[in-house]
């Protein structure tokens, strides 16, 4: 009998009222530990930092700790739930970065979700920190907080929800060609979503912002609710629009039937249950569904193979081939904390993805990526980020 996760969760958070803690790492018990921890010995870091800003990178809690910071607009599976609802999802997300990547996150869950105001908050307390992670923040509210956060601060901002899950997917999409033997070049890939996840994706695996390489597809098609994204539609935001321009190069209409028609790939980044077995049957031969909507996919994979699917793919941690941003986004800023990153660019964010699907050696259909588990995996990561970073030249120069 499977477990009720639900029902579990509630037990867990009943029982220990916030999944992250602080905690001292220094020692507090005597006169000599207090004057050096604190007054009058604090007096001289701070000193040292009034006179060199740059010296709080390694005098302090900066030099590792994150701000997981959102509005609770888009917060899994579940929309607009508001900030205060999306403490527990920012909690946990704080538990992951500690625990696969060693850093030390901190939930900023806000009550406003206007993008300037978002990013005016986030500008004044980053001086607290050494990175951004920003998380469920509705698009296309998140490509503004995030442009104009990237404008400010001379740290590194990093949208998981588009990113991490570009990075993941870009991975999985790298071992299931040496599965299937398809070239990335030659794949049609359909996409249900186009919000963040769907849009970043889409530009990552276009290669956008990033010299070319084999990494590239070059035939997408992306869906919203309303169907497929054409350059005809009336009714797309800003960012639709601009994405539209780049992709649907027939500028083909229809349905997300329609658009599953001879693909090789579909990536789901929406809701539960749009996808049938027929969509799945109409595919290409070896097709790859990575149906990735939380907490329920867009098809359970058992329906999806029997409906001939060759890799089958989900968000859920309870199923077989796990597309997790977990896999990413520790070992993304652990790396990019390390080499004291000023930016998350293309070529850290390609070799994030690359060191993810070479971690696993020989990729099968039921494995194309590590286990979300794998606590290696983060280790790998943030070393490629880190040497992607330094070669890139997107570092500070000036380490006290």
Not at 88 to 102: A, D, R, T, W
Not at 107 to 116: E, S, V
Not at 176 to 197: E, I, P, R, W, Y
Not at 244 to 273: C, Q
Request: with cysteine; glycine share 8%.
């Amino acid at each position: 009998m499977q477990k009720d996760f639900y029902a579990e969760s509630m037990k867990l958070h009943r029982k220990v009222r916030g999944k992250v803690s602080t905690e001292s790492k220094v020692p507090l018990s005597s006169k000599d530990d207090l004057s050096i921890a604190y007054t009058p010995g604090v007096a001289e870091p701070c000193r040292e930092i009034a006179r060199n800003p740059e010296a709080a990178f390694d005098l302090t809690i900066r030099a590792n700790t994150i701000a997981v910071v959102s509005d609770g607009s888009a917060v899994l599976g579940l929309g607009n739930i508001g900030g205060l609802a999306g403490l527990p999802v920012m909690e946990g997300k704080c538990l992951l970065f500690k625990e696969f990547g060693g850093i030390n996150a901190f939930p900023i869950c806000l009550q406003t979700q206007d993008p300037k105001k978002i990013a005016d908050i986030v500008e004044e307390i980053s001086i607290n920190f050494g990175g951004i992670n920003l998380e469920d923040i509705a698009s296309p509210n998140c490509f503004e907080v995030e442009r104009l956060l990237r404008e400010r601060l001379d740290i590194p901002v990093f949208h998981d929800d588009q990113h991490g899950t570009a990075i993941v997917v870009m991975a999985a999409l790298i071992n299931a060609c040496k599965v299937t033997g398809n070239k990335m070049k030659d794949l049609n890939v359909a996409f249900s979503g186009a919000g963040a996840a769907g849009l970043a994706i889409s530009r990552f695996l276009l290669g956008i912002g990033r010299k070319p390489d084999e990494y590239i597809v070059k035939n997408i098609i992306l869906c919203d609710s309303h169907g497929i994204v054409s350059r005809d539609r009336k009714d797309l935001n800003w960012a639709k629009a601009e994405i539209a321009k780049i992709t649907n190069k027939s500028n083909r209409k229809g349905t997300m039937a329609d658009a599953m028609k001879g693909a090789d790939v579909f990536i789901g980044v929406s809701v539960k249950g749009v996808v049938t077995q027929e969509m799945v049957k109409s595919m290409a031969n070896n097709a790859v569904v990575l149906a990735m909507a939380n907490p329920e996919p867009e098809i359970w994979p058992e329906d999806a193979l029997k409906a001939g699917a060759k890799i089958v793919g989900t968000g859920r941690s309870d199923l077989p081939n796990q597309i997790n941003n977990v896999l990413a986004f520790p070992g993304v800023l652990k790396g990019a904390l390390d080499a004291r990153a000023t930016q998350i660019n293309e070529e850290m964010k390609l070799a994030a993805a690359l060191a993810i699907a070479n971690h696993l050696p020989k990729p099968t259909a039921g494995q194309i990526v590590p286990s979300a588990l794998d606590r290696t995996v983060g280790k790998a990561v943030a070393k490629a980020v880190a040497d992607a970073a330094i070669k890139t030249g997107v570092v500070r120069h000036n380490k006290t």
